[in-house]
């Protein structure tokens, strides 16, 4: 004879420990992104979404921003869970500390070297190099070298690139640089995957 959980006070109170022992998982923010069917990609290096970020070009630089690119995503190849996204970093210029919630992360060094910072340890890196990223793990990462900085970067679970292109144009578009009140209001609207650490 079957019991219900209900009508046995050990059963019922087992499964009410299971339910606050499940770690709490905040839930995805709606997004506007429109998936398309899984479809295989071939791409070049230079090929994908390539999009240059809102802001003011870097002090001594040619007045030009360098573009990024999503590669693969919901709307690039139609992966509902992987992301995949390839950037130079100039010289000089970092990645502002953060964290992201649900999603670990892996960047691969394809060119330069630099530091990153992960949690409260910095380590330096080069070409070649494989950086992890377990999800809500500090990270920071700088170009300390004298050419850019190619990674490729890759994540388990979508989210942060809708925060890359909200804070972007399609390459070719005209920039006008975000004020601090429009990166804030980005930051807090993607807050529920990417948390950014207050700058001075």
């Not at 069917?37 to 090929?47: A, E, G, M, N, R």
């Not at 993607?190 to 700058?199: G, I, K, L, R, S």
Request: aromatic share 6%; net charge neutral; with cysteine.
């Amino acid at each position: 004879m079957q019991v219900h959980p209900r009508n046995h006070p050990t059963a019922l109170l087992a499964l009410i420990g299971l339910a606050a022992c499940a770690p709490a998982v905040p839930a995805p923010a709606p997004t506007n992104t429109v998936a398309v069917p899984p479809t295989p990609l071939v791409l070049s290096i230079d090929q994908g979404e390539r999009r240059v970020r809102r802001r003011a070009p870097d002090p001594g630089s040619s007045g030009l921003t360098t573009p990024f690119i999503i590669k693969v995503d919901r709307r690039n190849g139609g992966s509902p869970e992987l992301v995949m996204g390839y950037e130079d970093i100039t010289p000089g210029q970092a990645m502002v500390p953060h964290r992201h919630l649900l999603a670990d992360e892996i960047i691969f060094v394809h060119a330069g070297s630099g530091v990153v910072a992960l949690g409260d340890h910095q380590t330096p890196f080069a070409t070649g190099a494989t950086i992890y990223i377990p999800r809500n793990t500090r990270v920071a990462v700088r170009n300390t070298g004298t050419v850019p900085l190619s990674i490729a970067f890759f994540f388990s679970r979508p989210g942060f690139e809708e925060l890359l292109r909200e804070s972007s144009v399609p390459e070719g578009d005209s920039m006008i640089p975000l004020t601090a009140a429009e990166r804030a209001a980005i930051r807090a609207r993607n807050a529920w995957h990417t948390v950014y650490e207050p700058q001075p």
